[in-house]
Nanobody, 118 residues
Framework: QVQLVESGGGLVQAGGSLRLSCAASGLTFGSYAMGWYRQAPGKERELVAK???????VYATSVKGRFTISRDNAKNTLDLQMNNLKPEDTAIFYC????????????WGQGTQVTVSS
């Protein structure tokens, strides 16, 4: 079955950096658009960034210039480099796989907590 397993979350001070990773199995990784989403307490889940099978990227306005999404189709991994983190970035971050950039995600990971202290 399809598994998406996130890692790399943790506690960091404002201005710091974290790198999230998502290891995918059970799917043809290179054929899927991949994305990072987040959900803060009391808020709806929102898109952070997504990347097409060919490497095209889309970012939420709030993270542009601070976060970088990347993928390694040979290793079936998806990464999110997060720099200059802010307390408002505190959330559970989820990895997701979708058939294309405009389709809803078919598969989700279990999430990893990111906490940014002020």
């Amino acid at each position: 079955q399809v598994q998406l397993v996130e890692s790399g979350g943790g506690l960091v001070q404002a201005g710091g950096s974290l790198r999230l990773s998502c290891a995918a199995s059970g799917l043809t990784f290179g054929s899927y658009a991949m994305g990072w989403y987040r959900q803060a307490p009391g808020k709806e889940r929102e898109l952070v960034a997504k990347i097409s099978s060919g490497g095209s990227t889309v970012y939420a306005t709030s993270v542009k210039g601070r976060f970088t999404i990347s993928r390694d189709n040979a290793k079936n991994t998806l990464d999110l480099q997060m720099n200059n983190l802010k307390p408002e970035d505190t959330a559970i971050f989820y990895c997701a796989a979708a058939p294309s950039m405009i389709r809803r995600a078919d598969y989700w990971g279990q999430g990893t907590q990111v906490t940014v202290s002020s």
